[in-house]
């Protein structure tokens, strides 16, 4: 990482606005006593934020009197993190193009081409109306869409020449494109598209989130657990109840190997008791087995030697 210094020219001083001070003042009551300074980042970006997107000196030592801080320890922090802007940056943009190795080999030096050309030939060098400037950084964070840039707080993925230029061109014009990839990528799905759980989907299976033992996360946070209601002529489908008998269903979790997500499992396939474990024939651990996430579990386990001798103690 290159040597960061504070720009030659500073103001005069800093303040904070009465409401990113009273933001501060809420944000620093959060820490115990002697932990102020845990809040040395935050404050720091929102000095940044004030100050047309770049950090003058004045406000390092704003922050650093705030929190009980050596003005050298703020200085430390503000220098070492490349989010902290330490010369004015553009009006509308500050653009940093990540040229760590996955986005230097999916292009990011033809994204850098672009900046020379459209804002400024040098690093941290004003565009010629003020609006935009743009550095190169270390890695941002969202290798897998490489390349990509981030400007203020958003990250723009999967971009190419054609696509950045209209991105700055966008920003220009007061429209910037939604944040995240610009090549119409869910998330950090392959490019192709996403491919988890294809072959269920094919099948006819229902992918639903649930709390369930195996599956993928998905955006919302929750598990995906393939549930799959086969045909009723599906020949070795083992016999399954809509209901437990007698309303009361089996303690499955009894059985070695079967947990609270595996018992709601078994009972989403019309599994409520050890007896029906106990019947099942080859053919219906191999049935069964195709919806549990570790495959060959029941016979590792041996579930149904575990349900018979169950279904016996029952009975007694």
Known sequence: MAVRRLHPEQPSGFEFSPENLAWADQLVAKYPPGQQASAVIPLLWRAQEQHDGWLPEPAIRVVGEMLGMAYIRVYEI??????????????????????TTPCMLRGSEDLIAVC???????????????NFSWEEVECLGSCANAPMVQIWKDTYEDLTPASFEKLLNGFAAGNPPPPGSQAGRQASCPEGGPTTLRAYAQAGAVIAPQAAVGGAVGLSGAVAEVVTTPAVSDAERPAGLEAPRGGTADDLKLISGVGPKLEQTLNELGIYHFDQIAAWTPAAVAWVDNYLSFKGRIDREDWISQAKALAVEKKR
Do not use: E, N, W
């Open 78 to 99: 503000a220098t070492f993190y490349t989010m902290f802007q330490l010369a004015p940056v553009g009006r509308i943009a500050h653009v940093q193009v990540c040229g």
């Open 116 to 130: 020379k050309r459209k804002i400024a030939k040098a690093p941290h060098d004003l565009s010629a109306d003020g």
